[in-house]
Structure formats: C-alpha cells, structure tokens
C-alpha cells in the first residue's frame, strides 16, 4: 500500500487536526482509501489490537448491532487492527461482523494517528470520527483513546456523528 508519506505521532491525533489519507487492504482483499470514504460521510476509525482477543471481539461485536444507527447518520464504520486480512476475514466471518476491517499490517496508520502500542507492537485502542471539511479533505472531529481493556461506548461515537 502507499502509505509512505505518513509520519508517525506519539500521541494521539487532535480534534480540528487533517486525518492523514490512507489506503489499507480489507478483509477481502480490496483496497480502502479514507479520502474515498469521507466524499460519502462520517467515517469512524476504531483502532483494536487483536483479531480473536475477548474486548476486540466484544468491541467490533457491538458495532455490528449498532450498524443501522451508524448507517441512518450516514457513517462508514471501519475497525483497524495489525492482523492481516487472511484473519480478519476469518474473524469478521465467525462473529458475523458487518462493518469494514483494514489490516494495517505495517502500522503505518495506527501511528499515524497516534494509535500504536509498542509492548506488543499492535494498535493500542481508539476512536476517531472523521468528517470532510470544506475543501474536501477529512477533518477529526472526535477522538477518544483509551486503555487496551477498556472498549468503545457505542453511544458516544454515535453523539458524535453529524
């Protein structure tokens, strides 16, 4: 993927910053790009460590209930982990997950978004909402990083989606 120019942070991205464009395989072998994701809406970016791990699967569990809410404010939600699209496939398939999973397999974008955790040299957790600003580019408008124990509350995400 072409994902050199992005520069890694050490902590995570800010509110009002540009979301760094990126392009990831999916977990059927297509390519993703951000860029092409926020010309149709919100995009919520969920940075998880594990494929197969119990909060992950719990987490990204979740989010397929809550599809249809995220999909009625016309939001794309991806989940970003380092495994690769052979596993996310197998997972996404055994939990029956609707949502989109990108293998940052390089980490790459994990660290570009401030999302990287060096001890097991995964994603650490997170959420971004990314909205387009007005000249076209993906703008943060909603972060939230936490502990690896700790999952996503649904309903925050979705309080913050135009």
């Known amino acids: 993927m072409a994902n050199e120019h992005l520069k890694i942070r ?18 059927n072998k297509g390519e993703w790009r951000l860029s092409d994701a926020v010309k149709k809406g ?5 940075f998880y460590p594990l494929d197969f791990s119990p909060v ?11 599809f249809a809410k995220y999909a009625s404010k016309g939001a794309t939600v991806v989940g970003i982990s380092c495994d690769s699209f052979f596993t996310h496939k197998a997972w996404a398939d055994s939990l029956g997950l609707k949502q989109t999973l990108l293998a940052d397999m390089h980490r790459a974008v994990c660290r570009a978004y401030g999302f990287y ?12 909402v990314i909205g387009k600003s007005a000249d076209g580019k993906g703008k943060v408008k909603w972060v939230q990083a936490r502990e690896i124990p700790q999952g996503m509350k649904g309903d925050e995400v979705l309080s913050a989606i135009s």
């Open 56 to 66: 992950c699967s719990v987490e990204m569990k979740c989010v397929t209930d809550d």
């Open 10 to 27: 050490e902590s995570a991205i800010r509110v009002g910053e540009e979301a760094p464009d990126f392009v990831l395989q999916d977990q």
């Open 117 to 128: 955790f060096a001890p097991l040299n995964v994603s650490s957790r997170g959420t971004v």
């Open 42 to 46: 919100d995009v919520v970016l969920c």
